[in-house]
C-alpha cells in the first residue's frame, strides 16, 4: 500500500508545535533561565556529555534536566547522581521530544524546585539525527553531536540537525588513534552548511575539550538572559 506524505499537516503539527515552543520559552524567559537542547544520534554521547557538565558547572550554576528517553529513566538515574532536579519523559513510539512533552516537563519542574532560582535547563532530547531538530521544545540554542565514530559524511547526509545547531561538539575523540576520520574533515563539511556554528572536539572520557564547552555554556547564560543577573559567573 503506498502511503502519501500530506504537506498541510505536516506544516500544520510545526505550527502548532511553534506556538508551544514560544509558549515555553516565554516560561523560561520570565524565569531567567536558559535552555540548551541537546541532540545527537543514539550513543553519540548526550548522558556522558551530561554527566561531566553537571559535574563541571553545578557548582556554579543552578541546572535542572529534562531527560527524553523512548522507554526507560535510565539516562535519568545516571543523571541524578548529581543532585540536580531530573524531570524524566517518556515519548514512547516517538522519536523526538515535542514543546507539549517539554511544557508537561515544566510543570512536573515547578512542583520539583523554585524555576527562578535555575539558571539553566539542559533538554537530552531523544536519539535521532532528524526530527529533533525539527521540532523546537522553547530552547534559546540547539547542541548537536557528533561522535567520531559516526563519520565525516553524517553532516552531508542528515543536513537539518547542523543547519539548525548553533553548537557542534565532535564526541569521543579520544577514540581518534583508532579510527580512519578526520575531525578537521567533519568540521569542514558542517561549516559547508553552517558558517557561524561554534565548534568543539571534546572526549567526555579524558575530558579533552571540556573547558571550552563549559565556557561556551557560561556565555549563554550570561547573554541568553541579560534581565537576570550572573554575577557569580564573572
Known amino acids: 500500500m503506498h502511503q502519501t506524505f500530506d504537506a498541510a499537516l505536516g506544516i500544520d503539527l510545526l505550527h502548532v508545535n511553534q506556538t508551544g515552543a514560544d509558549h515555553n520559552r516565554a516560561h523560561f524567559d520570565r524565569w531567567g533561565i536558559t535552555c540548551l537542547n541537546i541532540m545527537s544520534s543514539p550513543g553519540a554521547g548526550k548522558t556522558a556529555l551530561l554527566e561531566r557538565t553537571l559535574a563541571g558547572l553545578s557548582g556554579e550554576l543552578a541546572i535542572a534536566v529534562i531527560e527524553g528517553d523512548m522507554t526507560t529513566e535510565l539516562d535519568a538515574d545516571r543523571l541524578r547522581q ?8 517518556n515519548t514512547g513510539r516517538s522519536c523526538h521530544l515535542d514543546a507539549k512533552m517539554v511544557a508537561g516537563g515544566l510543570h512536573t ?27 523546537e521544545v522553547g530552547e534559546h540554542a540547539k547542541v ?35 579510527l580512519e576520520v578526520s575531525i578537521d574533515q567533519i568540521a569542514a563539511n558542517v561549516r559547508q552548511m553552517n558558517p557561524d556554528v561554534a565548534i568543539f572536539a571534546v572526549s567526555a572520557k579524558t575530558g579533552a575539550g571540556l573547558e571550552d564547552w563549559f565556557g561556551w555554556v557560561r556565555d549563554r547564560v550570561q547573554r541568553s538572559i ?9
Open 226 to 234: 541579560p534581565a537576570k543577573s550572573h554575577a557569580h559567573l564573572s
Open 82 to 89: 548529581y543532585d540536580v532536579p531530573v524531570i524524566a519523559i
Open 109 to 135: 519542574l515547578e512542583h520539583t524546585c523554585d524555576p527562578q532560582a535555575l539558571d539553566l535547563v539542559l533538554v537530552e532530547n531523544v536519539g535521532n539525527l532528524v526530527c529533533p531538530a525539527e521540532f
Open 144 to 178: 548537536a553531536l557528533l561522535s567520531l565514530t559516526e563519520g565525516e559524511d553524517k553532516p552531508l547526509k542528515y543536513p537539518i540537525m547542523f543547519q539548525e545547531a548553533d553548537c557542534l561538539l565532535i564526541t569521543k575523540i579520544d577514540l581518534a588513534p583508532y
